[in-house]
C-alpha cells in the first residue's frame, strides 16, 4: 500500500530533507502523494516550488499538494509529520530577544523564552491535532514540534487516545558529534538516556561490536580533547565547546547541550548578542535560502547549486514511520508519560527515553534502576514548570503562568519572572490564551 503523507509546518526549511529522505526508503516507505500544508501561504508555495523541483529532478512520480485548507490536507491521509513553528521567525527573535534584555537567558525552547513558544504552540497544536482527529483518526501524528514536552503534555490531556509519537533528533545530533570527533561508529551503539526533552543524560552507550559499555572512555576523550567543531556552524561550536566544559564539571554522565541553559545561564547571557541572536541568523541563513533556491529554479539557473539532502531530522521521522508500518520494534528516544520508566520520577511526568516503535505504537523501556539526586531533583523542578505552564494554558491562569516562569530554573527570583510574563503577554497578543487575573493590556507592537 502507497501511503499519503501530511507535511504539517511544511515551510519549514528542513522540509526538503525529509523528502529526500523518504525517497531513498521508497521501497520499505513508498509513497503516493504528499501534502504540505501551512497556513503562511506564501512559504508554503516556495516549498511547493522546492519540493516539485526536487520530484523531477529525481524522477519520482508522487503527486504533491499544497493547501492552507486542514480538510485537504489532513483527509485520509496515513501520517502526519509535523514540525509547526506558531508565531514564525518573527515570534522567535522576541522569545529570544525579551528574556535577554532582562539579564535572562533568550533560547527557543529552554527558559521563559521556550515557555513563551511552548504558550503560543500549545493553542495552534491542540488545534491542528484537532483537525486530524476530525478529517484522519487513524493517521500516525509523527511530531518534531517544539516545546516537545510541553506539548506532549498538552496532547495526552486533550487528546488522550490521539495516535501520536513525540521525537527530538537531538540525541542523534549528540552520537553523531561522538562518531566525528572520536571515529566510533554510531550505528554500533545501544544507548541508555533519561529525562526531559532538551534535559537528559546518557547513562551508558553500550558498543555492540566491542561487546561493553564505552561511556568511560567517551566522557576521559570529552575532557581530555573536546570535540571536533571546525566542520560546524560558528553557533554550534560554541555550544559543543560549553558542552565539553559542562562535562568536566559534571563527568559521572554524558549530558545534553541543552542543559547548559540551565546549569550556566550566567555564561550564556554574558556571550549572547541581545541585537542579534539565532533567529536572526536563520532569517539571514535558512530561510534565505529558501527564497533564493526558488529564484534559481524559476529563472532555471545554477541548479547545481541546489544542495539539499537527506539528514538526521529527516532520517529520524521517517524509519519511524518505517518501524510502525513494518512494526520493526526499532529502538528510538522518544518523549513519552513516565509509569514508571524512570522508577524514582513521579509517574506523572513526561520523560525521554529510549523506546521500541512497532504497529501499535510505542512501548517505552524502564530504566529499573533510580537516577541520582542531582539529576531527579533538576528534572522535578523542571516538570513542575512545565506541567504549571500546561495548567495556565488550559484554565486560562495568569498566577499558574507566573508560577511556572518563577520555577523555570533559569529565573533568579519572581521579580524578573513577572517581568518577562508581562511583556510576552504583550508581545504574544492572541498568539496566546487569555490569561485571567493579571494585568490587563492594550495591544502593542514590537
Not at 490531556?157 to 549528540?174: E, H, L, Q, V
Not at 572520536?182 to 561490536?209: A, C, K, M, P
Not at 516562569?405 to 519572581?414: E, I, S, W, Y
Amino acid at each position: 500500500m502507497k501511503n499519503i503523507i501530511t507535511i504539517a509546518g511544511s515551510g519549514s526549511g528542513y522540509t526538503p530533507g525529509i523528502l529526500l529522505t523518504a525517497l531513498s526508503y521508497k521501497d520499505e516507505f513508498p509513497i503516493k502523494e504528499i501534502r504540505l500544508y501551512d497556513i503562511d501561504e506564501e512559504r508554503n508555495e516556495q516549498m511547493r516550488i522546492i519540493m516539485d523541483y526536487l520530484l523531477h529532478r529525481e524522477n519520482v512520480d508522487v503527486e504533491l499538494i499544497a493547501t492552507s485548507d486542514p480538510q485537504v490536507a489532513f483527509y485520509g491521509c496515513n501520517f502526519v509529520f509535523s514540525q509547526i513553528r506558531a508565531g514564525g521567525m518573527k515570534m522567535r527573535e522576541m522569545d529570544e530577544k525579551i528574556p535577554l534584555k532582562l539579564g535572562l537567558v533568550g533560547q527557543e525552547t529552554c527558559g521563559l523564552g521556550g515557555f513563551a513558544y511552548g504558550m503560543r504552540s500549545m493553542k495552534s497544536f491542540v488545534e491542528l491535532v484537532g483537525f486530524i482527529q476530525e478529517y484522519a483518526p487513524d493517521a500516525w501524528i509523527l511530531n518534531y514540534t517544539n516545546p516537545e514536552s510541553i506539548i506532549a503534555e498538552t496532547v495526552r490531556r486533550r487528546f488522550p487516545k490521539a495516535k501520536i509519537i513525540n521525537a527530538c533528533d537531538m540525541t542523534i545530533g549528540i552520537e553523531e558529534l561522538l562518531e566525528n570527533s572520536f571515529g566510533y561508529d554510531r550505528q554500533n551503539f545501544i544507548s541508555t538516556y533519561y529525562g526531559l526533552n532538551h534535559f537528559g543524560w546518557y547513562r551508558e552507550i553500550y558498543d555492540v561490536q566491542r561487546g561493553k559499555d564505552i561511556m568511560p572512555e567517551i566522557i576521559e576523550k570529552i575532557i581530555t580533547q573536546g570535540f571536533k567543531t571546525s566542520d560546524l556552524d560558528p553557533s554550534w561550536a560554541k555550544t559543543y565547546q560549553l558542552m565539553a566544559e559542562m562535562q568536566q564539571d559534571f563527568p559521572q554522565y554524558l549530558p545534553n547541550n541543552y542543559l547548559e541553559y540551565y546549569l550556566y545561564p550566567n555564561k550564556i547571557v554574558e556571550e549572547a548578542n541581545p541585537d542579534y541572536t539565532r533567529a536572526n541568523e536563520i532569517m539571514d541563513g535558512r530561510l534565505k535560502q529558501i527564497t533564493d533556491t526558488v529564484s534559481k529554479i524559476k529563472e532555471k539557473r545554477d541548479l547545481e547549486t541546489i544542495n539539499y539532502q537527506s539528514g538526521v531530522h529527516g532520517q529520524y521521522i521517517v524509519r519511524m514511520a518505517i518501524s510502525i508500518l513494518h512494526s520493526r520494534n526499532d529502538r528510538f528516544m522518544l518523549i513519552v508519560p513516565n509509569r514508571g520508566a524512570i522508577p524514582n520520577v513521579r509517574e506523572d511526568a513526561v520523560v525521554e527515553v529510549p523506546c521500541y516503535v512497532n504497529a501499535k505504537g510505542v512501548e517505552p523501556i524502564s530504566l529499573r534502576d533510580p537516577i541520582p539526586d542531582f539529576h531527579k531533583g533538576l528534572m522535578e523542578a523542571q516538570v513542575a514548570a512545565e506541567k504549571l505552564l500546561v495548567d495556565a494554558f488550559f484554565e486560562h491562569s495568569y498566577q499558574k503562568a507566573f508560577q511556572a516562569f518563577t520555577l523555570n530554573q533559569t529565573v533568579p527570583n519572581a521579580t524578573v519572572a513577572k517581568q518577562a510574563l508581562d511583556e510576552m503577554i504583550k508581545a504574544n497578543g492572541d498568539q496566546w490564551v487569555e490569561l485571567k487575573g493579571g494585568p490587563t493590556y492594550a495591544s502593542v507592537n514590537y
